[in-house]
């Protein structure tokens, strides 16, 4: 009997078994999930950095882990996972021996940081996010505290995570904890709709505390950030107002207000010995300041990119190292005595928008919230280039049929189609026709057209070789993505009206709208045929429809969240689909049976994008991460046998006759197109005989 008509996919676990010496055992390696052959990427920054109490690792909470780094060389170490979501918070305990994270899954985890091995896991809170950690400096206390979106703070026993007793006082998220150097004092500060600072005391087994200080007010948005000076005689609040407070912690007295931030404080820590009050801001800053005097020290430059985002700033321990992380995804160290700039860690990464693959297959294009373009070689996973020149995030990637022109699309405050010599890696003349952001941008396949899709609510066609404007095809709606039919003719639109428009290329003209999906078309894709569309939608499901009939004959179910990305593999019987509910999905577009569902990101999946040669399939992330997954294709066989004898014959014949005009999942359906038709009689008769 023949084999099924089918695209057998093998995920190939063992990474020797595909393309063995390419990938070196390096960081993109490191606790890869199953099936996936390198992450490309970090991860984007997540939250505070911190340094071991030695100053020998530096802990960077990221969206798939926490990674440490040599503190003197900056040479990865590890990367600790084990949370479901990203990581939002992190703290060595006081000897060094513990590294606790948590979660925006709700979660936290204990870690031996030298090890790695993975040391208790507290329940965390009822609900919502760990957003902030501290261990007591009094090590044989062996007490850890927790602040969470859910208003309160936990005490936890810090080397087995048994839950102690809970804090509440707070009406808004408690954003950050502190413990004063004696251990005597808990600080914590409230967010949003909070603006507090409350002051906990111990009593005298030290491992209960108890509100008896009054509350400290006077910050007019969310306190973002407390700590103590050393000598504990201060305790310092950022705030979303852009001011830090300096507060006496045993009378409650404020003492001061430091207003040079234009946005908001988000992070703040003192040096070891007391004398220097670091604070990093949205304003793009870090700033340095004189606690004593009040007075402002010196602003440091060098990070950009943190407007409405968090900034981080840790000193070493020994006091000669100032490093500060934030929304630009680097992480910048600076000399404390001459405030000069030392050296950058690199490698932490945007959520990723849009990947695409060059027609050659060799390399692959993504772009991502960072402004930037980046090239990557499909075999090595190498960096080959990155283009600079959008004024914002970048949303649409698409190369030419030829291989020579890489286009891509700015969103709000760029919304300019960019195009870009590939080779030489330089920029042509840019297009700015849209008014607001440029969504999807898709080349014809015989290279003559380039489409756009806008969030003006148009469509908008280009001569591919000089840009010049052929057409508007009002949408009527914000439109998220295009895709051309394989003959170039039909261009398919979807967007936020909910339906799918099939234009009529060579004319500019409306011909139909397809409408079964509830909620925003995110995506469309053309199986290799034409016969066949795809769609993914906001109602979470995938629908593909036969194009002659304009019928929706199959609903692929399953994703829990927005499917954002679908694409066909070569021979069109199987489909991926990516989804906000962080997995991809395989599917068999036969049967509409589910294949095989990939995880391991930890953030949406905006965007999937397959080799020419089906053998790559890569998906990029809002964690900031693009997976590689590899797959061997086998040679597709059209199932002739219908009746599964054996062999084909005049029964078969009959038997798809019986079944002829039937649209949707049909075992007269030879060729999957969703209608049985006289195309699958003539498969039928093409192969008589075959057994």
């Known amino acids: 009997m023949r084999p099924k008509c089918l695209l057998i996919l093998t995920i190939l676990f063992v990474s020797m078994l595909f393309h063995a010496n390419v990938f070196a055992q390096d960081y993109t390696q490191w606790n890869l999930p199953e099936g996936a052959k390198a992450r490309l990427g970090k991860g984007t920054i997540t939250g505070n950095i911190q340094y071991s109490p030695d100053g020998s690792l530096l802990a960077v909470p990221s969206s798939i882990g926490v990674w440490l780094y040599d503190a003197d060389t900056h040479q990865e170490i590890n990367l600790l996972v084990g949370h479901t979501a990203q990581i939002s918070v992190i703290a060595f305990s006081p000897n060094g021996n513990t590294l606790a994270a948590g979660s925006t899954d709700g979660t936290i985890q204990l870690w031996n940081p030298r090890t790695g091995e993975q040391k208790a896991s507290p329940r965390g809170h009822n609900r919502g996010s760990i957003t902030s950690l501290a261990f007591s400096p009094l090590w044989q206390i062996d007490l850890l505290a927790s602040g969470g979106s859910d208003k309160t703070i936990r005490l936890w026993g810090a080397s087995t995570g048994n839950y102690i007793t809970t804090l509440m006082g707070h009406t808004g998220p408690v954003t950050s904890v502190a413990f004063s150097p004696d251990g005597l004092m808990l600080a914590s500060g409230g967010g949003h709709k909070d603006n507090t600072i409350r002051l906990w005391n111990a009593n005298d087994n030290l491992r209960n505390f108890r509100l008896t200080v009054t509350t400290l007010t006077g910050h007019k948005y969310g306190v973002t950030s407390v700590t103590f000076s050393p000598n504990g005689r201060m305790l310092v609040s950022g705030s979303g107002d852009g001011t830090i407070r300096l507060w006496d912690p045993y009378t409650g007295q404020h003492k001061a207000t430091l207003a040079e931030h234009t946005l908001g404080v988000t992070s703040v820590a003192f040096s070891p010995d007391g004398q220097t009050l670091a604070s990093a801001g949205s304003d793009e800053t870090v700033r340095l300041w004189d606690p004593a005097t009040e007075t402002l020290k010196v602003t440091l430059a060098g990070h950009t990119g943190y407007t409405g985002s968090d900034a981080f700033v840790a000193f070493s321990p020994d006091g000669r190292t100032l490093a500060s992380a934030g929304d630009d995804q680097m992480i910048q160290f600076w000399d404390y005595v001459t405030f000069q700039h030392k050296s950058t860690i690199t490698g932490h990464t945007f959520p990723v928008n849009k990947i695409a693959f060059a027609p050659d297959g060799q390399i692959f294009a993504s772009v991502n919230d960072g402004k930037a373009i980046h090239l990557w070689d499909t075999d090595t996973g190498h960096l080959r280039d990155t283009l600079i ?19 891509s699309g700015g969103g709000w405050g760029d919304n300019a189609i960019r195009l870009w010599d590939v080779h030489a890696g330089q920029p042509k003349v840019p297009i700015t026709s849209h008014k607001h952001g440029v969504e999807s941008i898709v080349f014809s396949p015989d290279g003559s057209t380039m489409a756009s899709g806008s969030w003006d609510s148009t469509v908008r066609l280009w001569d591919a070789d000089t840009s010049e404007h052929k057409a508007t095809l009002r949408a009527g709606a914000t439109v998220f993505t295009v895709a051309f039919s394989p003959d170039s003719r039909t261009l398919a639109s979807g967007g936020r009206d909910n339906a799918i428009h099939l234009w009529d290329v060579e004319r500019g003209e409306h011909l139909s709208s397809l409408k079964e999906h509830t909620r925003i078309v995110d995506t469309v894709a053309f199986s290799s045929d034409g016969g066949t569309l795809a769609s993914g939608s906001s109602d979470n499901t995938v629908r593909l429809w036969n194009i002659q009939t304009g019928q929706s004959y199959v609903t692929l179910m399953g994703h829990t969240s927005r499917v954002k990305s679908v694409v066909f593999f070569p021979d069109g019987k199987t489909l991926a689909s990516g989804s906000w509910d962080d997995t991809i999905r395989l599917w068999d577009t036969q049967t509409g049976q589910l294949q095989a569902t990939l995880t391991g990101h930890t953030a949406d999946v905006n965007t999937l994008a397959l080799s020419p040669n ?51 999942l049909s075992p007269g359906d030879v060729n999957g197109d969703g209608v049985v038709n006289v195309q699958d009689l003539v498969l039928i008769a093409s192969h008589l005989g075959d057994n």
């Open 614 to 664: 089906g053998g790559t399939l890569v998906s990029g992330s809002r964690d900031g991460t693009i997976l590689l997954w590899p797959f061997t294709p086998i040679e597709p066989k059209i199932k002739a046998d219908v009746n599964g004898d054996g062999i084909v014959n005049i029964q078969d014949l009959v038997l798809v006759a019986s079944h002829f005009g039937e649209t949707g």
């Open 389 to 407: 020149g959008h004024g914002g995030r970048v949303f649409a990637v698409a190369f030419s049929p030829d291989n020579q022109t890489l286009a």
